[in-house]
């Protein structure tokens, strides 16, 4: 069965950086793209970003654009959320996601890990 | 970006009751619509894709349905399980948009 283990959240002050991890296993992760998604305390969710399966595309929020980068590494079925210049408001759990279908630019999610919790304060 | 609103924001049930909730977008987006199940403290989890398609294992109590701009999440007869907050997701269009939650609660 499908499964996502996020780690890499923390403590951080405004204006600093984290690299969050997903590791994902019970399916072939090169296959799928995948996404992040957060929420902060109390709130909704918000999506932030998605990667092709082969990695080529990548997807951003305004909100993160230029900030965040994902990225992926196939070969150590890892995805990847590098966070620099963090915001207070951006204190958050965040989620990865796998898509549904194999090869495509993105589509409907199957599977959510169960977050990583990222802190920003000073 | 698309703009999704749930209808409503708070709703109070009880166990066997039919609830329905909508979730209406700014603009069309076909039947790319998703709805998830939170619970406290817990991860979201997909009950619904393509705006009516149950994922595999959600009961059958659960239905969805709508497309264009309109959609609807039904629970045929509550289950104590069943009280959690759900969110419609888009999928038309990058940026991906949530709505901003309903929260089932027991009456």
């Known amino acids: 069965q499908v499964e996502l283990v996020e780690s890499g959240g923390g403590v951080v002050q405004p204006g600093g950086s984290l690299r969050l991890s997903c590791v994902a296993s019970g399916f072939t992760f090169n296959n799928f793209g995948m996404h992040w998604v957060r929420q902060a305390p109390g709130k909704g969710l918000e999506w932030v970003s998605f990667?092709?399966?082969?990695?080529?595309?990548?997807y951003y929020a305004d909100s993160v654009k230029g900030r965040f980068t994902i990225s992926r590494d196939n070969s150590k079925n890892t995805l990847y959320l590098q966070m620099n210049s963090l915001r207070v408001e951006e204190m958050a759990v965040y989620y990865c996601?796998?898509?549904?279908?194999?090869?495509?630019?993105?589509?409907?999610?199957?599977?959510w890990g169960q977050g990583t919790l990222v802190t920003v304060s000073s | 970006d698309i703009q999704l609103t749930q209808s409503p924001s708070f709703l109070s049930a009880s166990v066997g009751d039919r609830v329905t909730i909508t979730c209406r977008a700014s603009?069309?987006?076909?039947?790319?619509l998703a709805w998830h199940q939170q619970k406290p403290g817990k991860a979201p989890k997909v009950l619904i894709y393509a705006a009516s398609t149950l994922q595999t294992g959600v009961p059958s109590r659960f239905s969805g349905s709508g497309s264009g701009t309109e959609f609807t999440l039904t629970i045929s007869g509550l289950q104590p399980e069943d009280f959690a907050t759900y969110y419609c997701q888009q999928l038309n269009a990058y940026p991906i948009t949530f709505g901003q939650g309903t929260r089932l609660e027991n009456k």
């Open positions: 996601a796998k898509d549904i279908k194999e090869y495509s630019d993105g589509t409907y999610f199957d599977s």
């Open positions: 990667i092709r399966f082969d990695g080529t595309n990548k």
């Open positions: 603009q069309g987006i076909s039947d790319h």
